[in-house]
């Protein structure tokens, strides 16, 4: 009963992620347009901030006091490093299966041949780049399996340099003509700010999902957080990618899921800061000394994908081996992890 139950909570979470993510789409595009910013930077900053927002959430109640009370079940150090584990999961789900669904879609379409080169901009090129600085640090940090304070707080400034390196791209402004442009600002902001407030419900179920199915015994946390929830998080980021990839919109997609991921990690260490304490990461499943060969996959397919886009090496069709080795990860850590 608590599976069943689990499964509905979660697939009726993916719903009202669906019925948000119109005005996700259209409210971040409205603020990015009334600051005169190109469709490339709202899309890896504005809008990969409002597809994060369910991590952001989970990170933050992670780090408060409400999850170690709240919910019994688990030890209060595995709930605590979990808001860690989902925001990587959960940029390994964008990185990989979201981005190959993107690809996907488009070579199904007909706007690319599978054969074609991926060529991207400068922005994506610099996205990708913070993203592999910002994985890098995180599976240094953790490999004594402890975030520090001061290491979250590296991680968070690497962020914030990634979202301000990206309102000084070499790409043109956006031209079009808007009435009362502050009013706009101001009003879709609001909204902006109220959507991400209405998240917290989802969040909070979501975590208590995952926590009780844990508490079965079949599978642990991170397994879990691997196979389910980080996708459920990641939901937002895998309904943006495909009006992207429909709309063939390569760069904005691909800005969108690296700029994600980097805000995911950002906010990964949270915990720490909140608490000014050091975090365990780990996790109890049968072999839990795999996590950190499961965490440095993010910065080596990272620093492979920036070669391979750098250099113009990589074609469309790296999408179906992408997507067998993300199958494989999945499955694997849901039973190892």
């Known amino acids: 009963m608590i599976i069943l139950y689990s499964l509905f909570v979660l697939s009726a979470c993916c719903y009202i992620l669906f019925l948000l993510s119109d005005p996700l789409e259209e409210i971040g595009g409205n603020i990015g ?21 369910p991590e952001i959430l989970i990170s933050v109640i992670t780090a408060t006091a409400f999850i170690t009370t709240s919910w019994s079940g688990l030890g209060i150090g595995e709930k605590a490093c979990s808001g860690l584990l989902n925001m990587s999961f959960s940029a390994m789900d964008n990185l990989v299966g979201i981005g190959c669904v993107g690809l996907l879609i488009m070579i199904y379409k007909g706007y690319v041949d599978k054969h074609e080169t991926i060529i991207v901009g400068n922005n994506v090129i610099k996205g990708l780049l913070l993203y592999i600085i910002a994985s890098t640090l995180l599976c240094i940090f953790i490999y004594d399996d402890v975030m520090s304070v001061v290491e979250s707080w590296i991680l968070l400034g690497v962020m914030v340099s990634y979202i ?17 442009r502050f009013g706009q600002l101001v009003q879709n902001g609001f909204l902006y700010s109220f959507i991400v407030f209405a998240l917290i419900l989802f969040v909070k179920e979501c975590l208590k999902v995952t926590f009780d199915l844990s508490s079965l015994g079949i599978v642990s946390i991170g397994g879990v957080l691997l196979a389910i929830t980080s996708y459920v998080s990641s939901f937002p980021e895998f309904m943006l990618t495909c009006r992207y990839a429909l709309k063939d919109k390569k760069d904005a997609m691909l800005g969108m899921l690296f700029g994600s991921n980097i805000i995911d990690l950002g906010f990964s260490g949270f915990r720490p800061i909140w608490t000014n304490e050091s975090m365990e990461v780990y996790t109890t499943g049968k072999n839990p000394e795999l996590l950190f060969g499961y ?31 993300y199958i494989v990860y999945v499955l694997s850590g849901l039973v190892l992890l």
């Open 164 to 180: 301000v390196s990206q309102f000084f791209t070499n790409t043109p402004k956006c031209n079009e003509k808007i009435n009362n």
């Open 295 to 325: 965490l440095v996959c993010l910065p080596i397919i990272a620093i492979l994908t920036f070669i391979g886009l750098k250099y113009r090496w990589i074609k469309y069709s790296i999408a179906y081996p992408m997507s067998v080795f």
């Open 33 to 53: 347009k009334s600051l005169k910013l190109p469709e490339a930077v709202i899309a890896s900053t504005f809008q990969a901030l409002a597809t994060s927002g």
